[in-house]
């Protein structure tokens, strides 16, 4: 294009507003600057020997050998001296500078388009790090789960754990990690485990199949794995946290079952006969039954026990387990049985003070099943030997007594001593509350719902308690109510009140009951009339009141509709409650000169 010419105009003769013209400007020297260096995806080589019969030919300008490499003929350039040829690794690299300044030559992947995505990653990284964005989780990451593994069963050491705990929990993530192929920090997914019990729960025991119980433990497992994990500053977060326990009734595989009074007795008699076995003789296998019935210990407390553990000539005899030998990590003492007292004091003449009582290794590895299932054997075989007839004998033989497996598929394994001391508390009427703290059990539940078989007689025995309702007859009132939890005692006022006549009914209900007393004492089958009785009400020196006979007596708490204007004793529920459980039946007392005073004289 033709430049442009006009009167005036010449080039760079515009001078712009408060500058200078452009040819008056002095130029400034040149400064050399630093041009950072690229980083860029090579492949290292490494120089290996020249073949015998090499072929050597110039390619490029440059001397190169022919090889045979993988099936494929391939060119090599020759080092500078010319004795060895240089091949290319397989995965590209990047010379790269960290944040510290220092260069590092970092491998990547074969892919060369893969290799620039995670050198562009690095690069990432490393400017983050320079501006003090730090991953504080990316070095662990690409840790072996192996190496995390054994700091977890060192931390659970650390904490006062037994080893042998320590050691289960790493076994039971080791077995999920193998089976989900897990083998780096960064493989780990709760997905994948949940996907990996479920499958195994589907499958048979004898195919390695586990059960819902199993399943459980294992995720228990993995989730204090993963608490740890975020504590110790390995991993942001638990991978496991969304795992949920299973329902363990829906498949239950092992279920045990208390030995009766019977067996447990026959079990006894046929150990103290029996052979030594596992290093224990009969005797002493007798003893170790007889014991762990009898205090509920488990079988690690049993071996820890020496002749010192027991305080027999103590006010309350007790077995003491030490805090590194019980389950949660505390001195435990168990009251004793005064008829087991006597059995040790003599089993236990001469023997050490600091001797184990039960040595060796059979409470290991769950190895306490075969004693028991031993002596379960010579039990049964001694009974069945008992039968007069044959048809008795092929009744035995068809029926689960002292079998370690019954036909229902429970077991009578040494752990199911322990069942058999709670349920036989439970069916000996303790409370609920003193079974739990005598198993030492963490919870009431477990020792109710786990620990205590009821069976279908001693439900049907609490059924046998209840009343029938009855039919009040003519020209009768409702039978009265009665305080809830009374034994045995409404029959007595039943046949006061059916007696008709006010004496009778009082005396009827005095005499009923469980020696707590009645709240109703008013003529409850009683004619028409309006002769009014007043009773004196006493039991607690700030509580008096009168109460009239033709007036019906509610429950504390329990309020009645509105009667007339008669006065009554009106009592707090929460307070009542307490007052009648410290009452007897002494605290309803007849005012002098009444016939109930009369009556109640004369029975006296």
């Not at 089976?179 to 048979?204: H, K, M, N, P």
């Not at 689960?400 to 001593?417: C, Q």
């Not at 009106?570 to 409650?577: F, P």
């Amino acid at each position: 294009m033709a430049r442009r010419e006009c009167a005036g105009y010449t080039p760079f003769a515009f001078r712009p507003v408060g500058g200078m013209r452009h040819e008056n400007r002095t130029r400034r020297p040149a400064v050399l600057r630093k041009v950072p260096i690229v980083t860029t995806l090579f492949k290292p080589t490494r120089p290996y020997a020249l073949p015998a019969d090499a072929e050597i030919a110039d390619r490029d300008g440059k001397p190169h050998v022919r090889v045979r490499d993988r099936g494929k003929t391939v060119w090599y350039p020759l080092t500078d001296d010319g004795t060895k040829y240089l091949k290319p690794a397989a995965k590209w690299a990047a010379e790269v500078r960290l944040s510290n300044g220092k260069r590092k030559r970092v491998r990547f992947s074969a892919n060369r388009d893969a290799a620039a995505v995670m050198l562009s990653d690095l690069l990432k990284k490393i400017e983050n790090e320079k501006a003090g964005i730090r991953d504080e989780y990316a070095d662990h990451r690409k840790r072996a789960l192996a190496e995390l593994l054994g700091e977890y069963e060192a931390h659970q050491s650390d904490r006062g754990n037994t080893e042998k705990q320590a050691k289960q929990v790493r076994r039971r993530c080791e077995i999920v990690f193998a089976g989900c192929e897990f083998a780096q920090l960064s493989d780990l997914a709760g997905t994948a485990a949940e996907r990996w019990l479920s499958d195994r729960r589907q499958l048979a025991k004898k195919d390695g199949g586990i059960s819902p119980q199993t399943s459980n433990h294992y995720t228990v497992a993995l989730k204090a794995f993963g608490n740890w994990l975020v504590k110790a500053r390995r991993a942001a977060e638990n991978p496991f946290r969304h795992l949920g326990r299973v329902n363990v009734q829906v498949d239950v595989r092992h279920v045990r079952r208390p030995l009766t009074a019977d067996e447990f007795a026959r079990l006894l008699d046929a150990t103290r006969a029996g052979v030594t076995f596992r290093g224990l003789s009969g005797t002493d296998r007798a003893m170790l039954y007889l014991v762990a019935g009898m205090t509920g210990l488990r079988a690690s407390e049993l071996a820890s026990l020496t002749p010192g553990s027991f305080s027999l000539d103590a006010p309350t005899p007790v077995v003491a387990v030490e805090a590194a030998y019980s389950k949660h990590r505390r001195r435990d003492e168990v009251p004793l049985h005064l008829a087991l007292v006597a059995e040790l004091r003599s089993w236990l003449v001469g023997r050490k003070p600091g001797e184990s009582l039960w040595p060796g290794k059979w409470a290991l590895h769950n190895e306490a099943s075969d004693l028991i299932k031993l002596d379960l054997t010579a039990a049964r075989a001694a009974w069945l030997a008992e039968s007069r007839t044959p048809a008795e004998k092929t009744e035995r033989e068809a029926s689960g007594f002292l079998t370690y497996r019954d036909p229902d598929g429970r077991v009578a394994d040494f752990h199911s001593l322990r069942h058999r001391f709670v349920t036989e508390l439970v069916n000996a009427g303790v409370a609920p509350k003193d079974a739990k703290e005598l198993a030492r059990h963490s919870s009431i539940t477990l020792t109710m719902d786990r620990y205590a078989h009821v069976g279908v007689r001693d439900t049907a025995a609490a059924v046998a308690k209840l009343n029938l309702p009855t039919k009040p007859g003519p020209g009768t009132e409702p039978v009265a109510l009665r305080l809830t939890g009374t034994d045995g005692g409404s029959s007595g006022a039943a046949t006061g009140a059916a007696t008709g006549a006010a004496t009778g009914a009082a005396t009827g209900a005095a005499e009923g009951g469980n020696g707590q007393g009645r709240l109703r004492i008013a003529e409850e089958t009683a004619p028409s009339g309006d002769g009014a009785e007043t009773l004196e009400f006493q039991g607690k020196s700030d509580v008096r009141g009168r109460l009239s006979r033709s007036e019906e007596v509610h429950p504390a708490g329990v309020e009645p509709a509105t009667f007339g204007s008669v006065d009554r004793c009106s009592i707090q529920l929460s307070y009542g409650c307490k007052l009648m459980s410290s009452l007897t039946l002494s605290a309803f007392r007849p005012l002098r000169g009444s016939p109930l005073e009369a009556v109640r004289t004369q029975k006296s």
